[in-house]
């Protein structure tokens, strides 16, 4: 069997510096060589499964330092490891290991295994090449599609995080996603690999602001990698002018919008940080990076920035043919650390992956994958997001994207979270209702965001109706509002071309 560097530079790191930290967990310390021990004993009960080569072991992704020693000892192994969010339904998560074609499913905390009924994979040789991590996307839109990566991919990620971020000893990395979610590549694994330290998020903690600035200021954490509803928490708690974290160096926000007036206060909680807005997707891993000037924080947002190295990145508009210079399309793109399918998928299914665009250059990577993300290039090169393909609808004849509306409601000082919905609408074929948390204090109401909606949108793209809300909205475990626990959403009296004129608070 051959081991990969995922394995092997933990390895060296319990070799070299046993008694270093490896991970802070719940306020308690575990050092390498600790870290080293529970993978020791999360091997004897792989081994007590009797897997054949190749076949996938289900862990479900509590954060834990057992669950991560679990995970390393399937890399140890060479065996497969399928991460499923722990809050999955038992009939969902069934599916999903059956999917997977999981015998078995190890909860990393109870000591035990149990079966998880599907027939095991055939067996094949273990290499750089081969499945290591099977993450899951979100399943917003159904049951969750299984994400696997090759140890290749993930230990090329690694090594340009390593050196992008400042990732060897030395170095506190903040973990606040959920261990299933691909930005654990960069602040578990990769961390891992090149020797720093994990500061483990407590989720049942992760909305608390005050716990977060006293984790990243006890542990001098020196990288910082989260979604912008993190950031939000840290400068609400942080005061103003208040707390600061000096001890951080990197800070990135990933995965949804910033709203600027959070941006803006970045750098009197974080004095001595360089900031940075990250683009990826599950499937792909990070493929954008653009560093934000901390002296001139824009106005207008951030682009997504100049493509990783490796990363190829294609517009394409609405008929398919690509968009050579200023224009406006779906994203696709082909990068290092990509996955080369869906596991397990309906091969009735669309499939984003795809061939290379027609007229690539001669060297070009051979698969893309189609992001569902609109973006327009402008006359600098640089691309912005503009929404997702998926949430474009047509509002009286005239296309709207639901996220761009999203993000200007954001942009007001006295909202703290929005969510935009498309209702059918038999006059107007959609009309939009918003759903909306402000700020503590805030006196702002329906009329005057729509006021504010109207500065920056077209008529059809303000919302019919506003729902205003003083409690925070349902989140996703990755930190994005969860749409579907919003409820059902009533088509507003009056729709059409009067919606307009209306306004609902309920």
């Given at each position: 069997?051959?081991?990969?560097?995922?394995?092997?530079?933990?390895?060296?790191?319990?070799?070299?510096?046993?008694?270093?930290?490896?991970?802070?967990?719940?306020?308690?310390?575990?050092?390498y060589?600790?870290?080293?021990?529970?993978?020791?004993?999360?091997?004897?009960r792989?081994?007590?499964?009797?897997?054949?080569?190749?076949?996938?072991?289900?862990?479900?992704?509590?954060?834990t330092?057992?669950?991560?020693?679990?995970?390393?000892?399937?890399?140890?192994?060479?065996?497969?490891?399928?991460?499923?969010?722990?809050?999955?339904?038992?009939?969902?998560?069934?599916?999903?290991?059956?999917?997977?074609?999981?015998?078995?499913?190890?909860?990393?905390?109870?000591?035990?295994?149990?079966?998880?009924?599907?027939?095991?994979?055939?067996?094949?040789?273990?290499?750089?090449?081969?499945?290591?991590?099977?993450?899951?996307?979100?399943?917003?839109?159904?049951?969750?599609?299984?994400?696997?990566?090759?140890?290749?991919?993930?230990?090329?990620?690694?090594?340009?995080a390593?050196?992008?971020?400042d990732?060897?000893?030395?170095?506190?990395?903040?973990?606040?996603?959920?261990?299933?979610?691909?930005l654990?590549?960069?602040?578990?694994?990769?961390?891992?690999?090149?020797?720093?330290t994990?500061?483990?998020?407590?989720?049942?903690?992760?909305?608390?602001?005050?716990?977060?600035l006293?984790?990243?200021?006890?542990?001098?954490?020196?990288?910082?990698?989260?979604?912008?509803?993190?950031?939000?928490?840290?400068?609400?708690?942080?005061?103003?002018?208040?707390?600061?974290?000096?001890?951080?160096?990197?800070?990135?926000?990933?995965?949804?919008?910033?709203?600027?007036?959070?941006?803006a206060?970045?750098?009197?909680?974080?004095?001595?940080?360089?900031?940075?807005?990250?683009?990826?997707c599950?499937?792909?891993?990070?493929?954008?990076?653009?560093?934000?000037?901390?002296n001139?924080?824009?106005?207008?947002?951030?682009?997504?920035?100049?493509?990783?190295?490796?990363?190829?990145?294609?517009?394409?508009?609405?008929?398919?043919?690509?968009?050579?210079?200023?224009?406006?399309?779906?994203?696709?793109?082909?990068?290092?650390?990509?996955?080369?399918?869906?596991?397990?998928?309906?091969?009735?299914?669309?499939?984003?992956?795809?061939?290379?665009?027609?007229?690539?250059?001669?060297?070009?990577?051979?698969?893309?994958?189609?992001?569902?993300?609109?973006?327009?290039?402008?006359?600098?090169?640089l691309?912005?997001?503009?929404?997702?393909?998926?949430?474009?609808?047509?509002?009286?004849?005239?296309?709207?994207?639901?996220?761009?509306?999203?993000?200007?409601?954001?942009?007001?000082?006295?909202?703290?979270?929005?969510?935009?919905?498309?209702?059918?609408?038999?006059?107007?074929?959609?009309?939009?209702?918003?759903?909306?948390?402000?700020?503590?204090?805030?006196?702002?109401?329906?009329?005057?965001?729509?006021q504010?909606?109207?500065?920056?949108?077209?008529?059809?793209?303000?919302?019919?109706?506003?729902?205003?809300?003083?409690?925070?909205?349902?989140?996703?475990?990755?930190?994005?509002?969860?749409?579907?626990?919003?409820g059902?959403?009533?088509?507003?009296?009056?729709?059409?071309?009067?919606?307009?004129?209306?306004?609902s608070?309920?």
């Amino acid at each position: 069997m051959k081991l990969t560097r995922l394995w092997t530079s933990f390895a060296q790191q319990v070799d070299a510096r046993p008694d270093a930290t490896a991970l802070v967990a719940k306020g308690g310390h575990v050092s390498y060589g600790e870290l080293a021990d529970l993978v020791a004993d999360a091997s004897h009960r792989l081994d007590r499964l009797g897997t054949t080569g190749g076949e996938p072991v289900g862990v479900p992704a509590t954060k834990t330092p057992r669950t991560i020693a679990l995970v390393l000892a399937c890399l140890r192994r060479g065996v497969p490891v399928v991460l499923p969010s722990p809050t999955l339904p038992a009939a969902s998560l069934q599916r999903l290991l059956d999917r997977a074609g999981c015998r078995h499913v190890i909860h990393a905390d109870d000591g035990g295994s149990a079966p998880a009924g599907a027939a095991p994979a055939p067996a094949t040789p273990h290499g750089p090449d081969d499945i290591a991590f099977v993450l899951t996307t979100s399943g917003s839109t159904g049951l969750p599609k299984l994400v696997p990566l090759s140890a290749g991919a993930v230990e090329r990620f690694a090594d340009w995080a390593a050196v992008q971020f400042d990732l060897g000893p030395g170095a506190a990395t903040l973990n606040y996603a959920p261990l299933n979610f691909d930005l654990c590549f960069l602040d578990v694994w990769a961390t891992l690999h090149h020797g720093g330290t994990v500061v483990l998020v407590d989720p049942a903690a992760a909305t608390n602001g005050r716990h977060l600035l006293d984790a990243i200021d006890d542990n001098a954490v020196t990288v910082v990698q989260t979604v912008p509803m993190t950031y939000q928490l840290l400068v609400d708690a942080a005061g103003d002018p208040g707390r600061k974290l000096p001890s951080v160096r990197h800070a990135m926000f990933t995965g949804d919008h910033m709203p600027t007036r959070y941006l803006a206060r970045l750098p009197e909680v974080f004095p001595d940080s360089r900031f940075y807005n990250i683009y990826g997707c599950t499937e792909t891993n990070d493929s954008f990076l653009h560093e934000v000037d901390r002296n001139a924080i824009p106005a207008d947002g951030v682009p997504l920035g100049t493509p990783l190295p490796g990363v190829e990145a294609v517009v394409l508009d609405d008929a398919g043919a690509v968009v050579t210079g200023p224009g406006r399309g779906e994203l696709i793109v082909a990068t290092p650390f990509q996955a080369a399918r869906y596991l397990g998928a309906d091969p009735q299914a669309p499939n984003p992956f795809v061939d290379a665009p027609v007229g690539r250059p001669p060297g070009s990577a051979a698969r893309f994958y189609r992001t569902g993300d609109i973006v327009r290039r402008d006359g600098d090169g640089l691309l912005r997001l503009e929404g997702r393909n998926d949430h474009q609808v047509k509002v009286r004849g005239t296309r709207v994207n639901t996220s761009a509306v999203e993000q200007v409601l954001l942009d007001h000082d006295e909202v703290a979270e929005a969510v935009v919905i498309a209702v059918p609408d038999p006059v107007a074929g959609h009309v939009l209702h918003a759903v909306l948390r402000r700020v503590p204090g805030a006196a702002v109401g329906a009329l005057g965001l729509r006021q504010h909606c109207a500065q920056h949108l077209p008529t059809a793209a303000i919302p019919s109706t506003l729902r205003l809300s003083e409690a925070p909205l349902p989140r996703t475990s990755t930190g994005k509002v969860d749409r579907q626990s919003l409820g059902p959403i009533q088509r507003p009296p009056h729709s059409g071309a009067a919606a307009t004129r209306k306004e609902s608070i309920r």
